[in-house]
């Protein structure tokens, strides 16, 4: 194949696909289900399978599998070949409805936060249609759902489905309310992928990338980024070729790669797709984390999507771009006449009402260990949920909370006397990009999103309670005898309810914590403390209302987010005690020793034997700080497993997750001050790690 438009989607059964191999009628009725959510049954599914099959076998493919998101977040896969052996010894390549629509993993192994033990033990994978069936190193790959026997969700794309679900429906109300009838209303997502490369020959000497993705020890480097070289600059040409074959495999697979690019950060990268219908984009977004980890290894590289895996350096996030649209048309498109804009306003105003009354879940939706480091160091929104809107769209939802005319020219006065927008002119001009969620122009980006995240999470969260504010919408309207006016006035009502949340100014800036307090909105730092949001009675009913988590479901995805988070950090807590005693210690005691080899040599040699008076006092002082630092790091370590085993021995999942908060961090914390400390005095040769300089800064 030569062109792109020949690779693009070239192992992707897609809608052109799917048009040339069904039968015409068999399309029919699956472009049905895609479009609208109809049910699929076994007849047509069996007529679907085999298509996808002999396509599958013509791209050489020779097995299949569920693809799925388990709650952990990454994507799980288990292969069965098309193989079935006949009677008489030979053997069929086949692929049924049944096969498609629904498979069965050992469901035990996968967490679900308590259910199966409540409910049944098995756990069954179920086809989404919505998002294409792809060929992936010989595999079809048939993107599922995966749900229990009694229905409750054990994975991330189940909810998310049902979110999209409840906002398409209410969205439609809204819409008809407006005289509008389309058939289908979607959530639109293009998430922006940060992510570092280093060399594999410093990974593999290094425990604590391996073991958890981050380094847990390192010295800030010499340089850092200061100089500010790195963002946009030219990228390194081994660097080069990994994104060159990064595209190429990402497009086969339907994956609209587009914008590639040096980060913040040295080694830092991010690409950038096209957005899609939220389902598929996080689909996408879950393929190129991994062929991105797969394809570094082909030139000698690794690649980190960790949310910190350097201290003091930039961290990886995912800027979550959303929208939402109808046939097509994005609703947060301001337009240019004012009926539109009063459309407009309506979904803005939905938005910022949905954002202020549920900021715990959202925040609550991107909560985890890795991320905790990022939210609120000085590279990344602070955990307090604000929305930006900038000055333009800023001053005019002031006016309207005013009662105010627009100020900018060319204002229209409908004959309600109510005034409506000007034309609006996408806001380019203030892009503050410290906002944790702002709106650019024709669509919001939420920044909080960390690196390694499955966006589910929180795209759930968006569509549910972006939802809900609709359904106020459309509930207090229906009766309205002059729309326009009532809109008006909700929009005016909502707007002023909700004020306190926007805010146009500088994130990152110390006084901002102490102002939103002020202004009431929550600050939840920790993951532990994020996560309570899901269970509190507000939450549950919510998703209730919406059909998108049962009371159970949520129950189970709180224990899951806090064992998630304790095992993490106990991982990283044993990995700090193993590396302190066994890489850390041998190393700086080797040192050490040597220094006081050196010391009495000259002593011996020089004082005893040819009477020179030497001064050591400089290797003498050298050498009480290398052992005051020995005696640090094993002081720390000790306290550190005894952290570790007693927040071990606590069942309470909350309490759990609260020990390794706030007495296992502590602990590692103080290991890595001791033994960064030693690592600038250590001699070069005697460090048994990569340091920060030599990994971020190679050639
Ligand atoms: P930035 O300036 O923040 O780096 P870009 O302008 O490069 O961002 O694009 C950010 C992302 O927003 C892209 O993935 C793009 O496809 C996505 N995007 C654009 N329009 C929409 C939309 N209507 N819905 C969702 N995502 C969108
Ligand atoms: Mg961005």
Not at 317 to 327: E, F, L, P, V
Not at 370 to 376: A, C, E, K, V, Y
Not at 428 to 448: H, I, L, Y
Not at 536 to 555: A, D, G, I, R
């Amino acid at each position: 194949m030569s062109t792109i438009s020949e690779l693009y989607g070239s192992l992707v059964f897609d809608d052109t696909v799917m048009q040339e191999r069904l039968p015409r009628a068999t399309y029919k009725v699956l472009s049905k289900t895609i479009k609208e959510g109809q049910p699929l049954d076994l007849e047509v599914a069996n007529v679907v399978a085999h298509a996808m099959k002999e396509w599958a076998m013509e791209l050489g493919a020779t097995h299949y599998t569920h693809w799925f998101q388990p709650l952990t977040g990454i994507t799980s896969e288990k292969h069965d070949s098309f193989l079935n052996p006949t009677a008489n010894g030979g053997a069929l390549m086949s692929f049924s409805g049944k096969e498609l629509i629904q498979g069965e993993p050992d469901a035990s192994s996968f967490p679900s936060g308590g259910i199966r033990a409540t409910f049944e033990a098995r756990g069954y994978t179920a086809w989404d249609p919505t998002s294409y069936a792809f060929i992936k190193d010989g595999v079809l790959c048939v993107p599922t759902a995966f749900v229990s026997y009694t229905g409750e969700a054990l994975d991330k794309k189940t909810p998310l489905l049902r979110s999209m679900d409840a906002i398409g429906r209410e969205a439609k109300r809204v819409l008809a309310l407006f005289g509008k009838n389309p058939t289908q209303v979607a959530t639109t997502v293009g998430p922006e992928q940060e992510y570092f490369l280093i060399k594999e020959s410093d990974y593999e000497n290094r425990l604590d990338l391996i073991m958890t993705g981050r380094t847990l020890f390192g010295a800030d480097p010499t340089k850092g980024q200061e100089l500010e070289e790195h963002y946009f600059g030219a990228v390194r040409p081994t660097v080069k070729a990994f994104m060159n074959e990064l595209n190429t495999e990402l497009w086969k697979l339907g994956v609209p790669a587009k914008t590639e690019h040096n980060e913040v950060a040295p080694a830092q990268h991010e690409l950038a797709p096209v957005f899609l219908t939220t389902n598929r984009a996080i689909d996408a977004n879950l393929l190129t984390m991994e062929l991105m980890r797969k394809i570094a290894s082909h030139y000698g590289l690794v690649c980190l999507q960790h949310e910190k895996p350097f201290a003091g350096i930039n961290g990886n996030g995912k800027h979550n771009n959303w929208s939402i649209s109808a046939d097509g048309e994005n609703l947060l498109e301001p337009g240019s006449t004012p009926s539109e804009n009063l459309q407009f306003l309506v979904f803005l105003t939905a938005v910022i009402k949905a954002v202020d009354e549920y900021q715990g879940l959202l925040r609550m939706s991107v909560a985890s260990a890795g991320n905790d480091h990022r939210l609120g160091a000085n590279e990344a929104p602070p955990a307090i949920i604000s929305i930006f809107l900038g000055d333009e769209l800023g001053s005019i939802v002031e006016d309207i909370i005013n009662k105010k005319a627009p100020k900018s020219s060319g204002k229209i006065k409908m004959d309600l006397g109510v005034p409506t927008l000007p034309t609006f002119i996408k806001d380019n001009t203030d892009r503050n990009r410290t906002s944790p969620f702002a709106f650019t122009g024709n669509k919001f980006e939420f920044r909080m999103p960390g690196g390694e995240v499955n966006l589910s999470d929180a795209n759930m969260i968006l569509n549910t309670i972006v939802a809900e504010a609709l359904t106020d919408f459309a509930d207090s309207l229906k009766k309205s005898k002059s729309f326009e006016k009532d809109a008006m006035v909700w929009v005016q009502q909502t707007l002023s309810q909700h004020q306190h949340v926007i805010f146009n100014g500088d994130n990152y800036s110390s006084d901002w914590p102490i102002e939103a307090e002020k202004r009431g909105l929550l600050n939840l730092k920790s993951t532990p403390d994020a996560v309570r949001t899901f269970i509190e009675p507000k939450s549950v009913q919510l998703f209730k209302k919406h059909k998108v988590l049962s009371k159970v479901e949520v129950e189970s995805r709180y224990e899951v987010k806090l064992e998630h988070y304790s095992k993490k950090i106990n991982i990283e807590g044993l990995v700090t005690a193993r590396m302190a005693r066994a890489r850390f210690l041998p190393a700086i005691i080797e040192y050490s020793t040597a220094v006081a080899t050196a010391i009495d040599a000259k002593l011996e040699v020089l004082e005893n034997i040819k009477g020179i008076k030497l001064d050591t006092s400089a290797e003498q002082s050298l050498l009480e700080k290398l052992t005051a630092g020995i005696n640090a790091i094993s002081a720390g370590v000790e306290v550190l497993e005894k952290e570790i085993s007693s927040a071990q021995s606590i069942k309470d999942s909350y309490k759990n997750a609260l020990a390794y908060e706030q007495n296992v961090i502590p602990a590692m914390d103080a290991v890595r001050k001791a033994v960064d400390e030693m690592e600038v005095i250590v001699g070069h040769d005697y460090w048994p790690v990569p340091t920060y300089n030599h990994m971020l800064f190679y050639t």
